[in-house]
T-cell receptor
Framework: AQSVTQLDSHVSVSEGTPVLLRCNYSSSYSPSLFWYVQHPNKGLQLLLKYTSAATLVKGINGFEAEFKKSETSFHLTKPSAHMSDAAEYFCVVSDPWQAGTALIFGKGTTLSVSS | SAVISQKPSRDICQRGTSLTIQCQVDSQVTMMFWYRQQPGQSLTLIATANQGSEATYESGFVIDKFPISRPNLTFSTLTVSNMSPEDSSIYLC???????????FGQGTRLTVV
C-alpha cells in the first residue's frame, strides 16, 4: 500500500526566508510523487511532479523538490518565501503501474508567511 | 490539461435528503475519482468511477451512501444519500488522462447539512 507522511502540520516562516516542507513516502514500486497547493477557498493546483525522470524537480512559483529514494523523501523547498505562498500544501503519491490508481494525499502542511 | 466543471459549487441541505453532484470534463479521460475533504482535513478518496460498471469504493465508503454513475468518458455523478451533519464537507471530482500524468481537480462542491 502507498502512503505519504507530511512531517509538519504547520510551518511558519518570515517573508524572504527559505521554505522547507517535508514529506516521506511509502510505496511498493517506483512511485509518482506530486506537490499540490490549496489557497483558501480555491481549488487544488499542481506545483510540481516527479515521474522517474530527473530527481530534482522544478515547479511553478520558484518551488522545487528532490526525490531521494534512499531516504524515501520528497521535500519541497523554495529559496525565498513570499506572502502569497501562504496556503495548504499536500504531498501526494500514486503508483503508476497499478491499474486505476488514484492519488493518495498526505494530511497537509499549513504554511504561514509573516512580514 | 483538462477543464472540469463541477456543479453545484455549494449547497445547504436538510438532513435526511440527498444531493447529486455532477462532474463534466471538457475531453475524454481514462480515470475519474471522487474525493471528500472534511473541514480542516486532507483529501480522502471515496471511490473510482468506472465507465459502464460499478464504482470501486475505498474502505469506509459504501455504494448505498455514495452511489456513483459514470455513463461515458467525460461525465460522472456522486450522490450523497440520507445526509447527516457529518457529511458536511467539500466533495471534489478528479480526473487522470492516463497513469503517469498529473491529476486535475474540479473546484469542489461545498456541502453543508443542517
Amino acid at each position: 500500500a502507498q502512503s505519504v507522511t507530511q512531517l509538519d502540520s504547520h510551518v511558519s516562516v518570515s517573508e524572504g526566508t527559505p521554505v522547507l516542507l517535508r514529506c516521506n513516502y511509502s510505496s511498493s514500486y517506483s512511485p509518482s510523487l506530486f506537490w499540490y497547493v490549496q489557497h483558501p477557498n480555491k481549488g487544488l493546483q499542481l506545483l510540481l511532479k516527479y515521474t522517474s525522470a530527473a530527481t530534482l524537480v522544478k515547479g511553478i512559483n520558484g518551488f522545487e523538490a528532490e526525490f531521494k529514494k534512499s531516504e524515501t523523501s520528497f521535500h519541497l523547498t523554495k529559496p525565498s518565501a513570499h506572502m502569497s505562498d501562504a496556503a495548504e500544501y499536500f504531498c501526494v503519491v500514486s503508483d503508476p503501474w497499478q491499474a486505476g490508481t488514484a492519488l493518495i494525499f498526505g494530511k497537509g502542511t499549513t504554511l504561514s508567511v509573516s512580514s | 490539461s483538462a477543464v472540469i466543471s463541477q456543479k453545484p459549487s455549494r449547497d445547504i441541505c436538510q438532513r435526511g435528503t440527498s444531493l447529486t453532484i455532477q462532474c463534466q470534463v471538457d475531453s475524454q479521460v481514462t480515470m475519474m475519482f471522487w474525493y471528500r475533504q472534511q473541514p480542516g482535513q486532507s483529501l480522502t478518496l471515496i471511490a473510482t468511477a468506472n465507465q459502464g460498471s460499478e464504482a470501486t469504493y475505498e474502505s469506509g465508503f459504501v455504494i448505498d451512501k455514495f452511489p456513483i454513475s459514470r455513463p461515458n468518458l467525460t461525465f460522472s455523478t456522486l450522490t450523497v444519500s440520507n445526509m447527516s451533519p457529518e457529511d458536511s464537507s467539500i466533495y471534489l471530482c478528479s480526473v487522470l488522462r492516463d497513469r503517469n500524468t498529473e491529476a486535475f481537480f474540479g473546484q469542489g462542491t461545498r456541502l453543508t447539512v443542517v
